[in-house]
């Protein structure tokens, strides 16, 4: 299996975890809005801001990881945005939709 096999397989995986935990976010939801108590309103928003910043947070890395899929038959996948240069395998295989390299990513960090 060359690296860029196993590194479209790796997505494949991360997009399926991805997807099951979308579905695992959804379920509690509704079910505290079954059973709401008014008394407890407080702290179901609070459940309810954390569960819908985590849907996003999931959605952010779906469509980074969607992103990945149709670049990785691509020559420009596991290239760094910023620099152009090849991102190491060893980083794309822990994180295969990255976009930057880590000195790329260290300067916009110390930028921020
Ligand atoms: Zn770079």
Redesign the pocket.
Known sequence: MTKRVRLRKELSRQRAALLTSWNLSLAPLSERALYADPADQASSDFGHDLAIQVRTRVIVRLKRIEHALRLVQTKHYGR?R??R?AIPYARLAVQPDTR??I??LQFMESER
């Open positions: 760094c910023r620099c240069k930057f390299c000195s790329c």
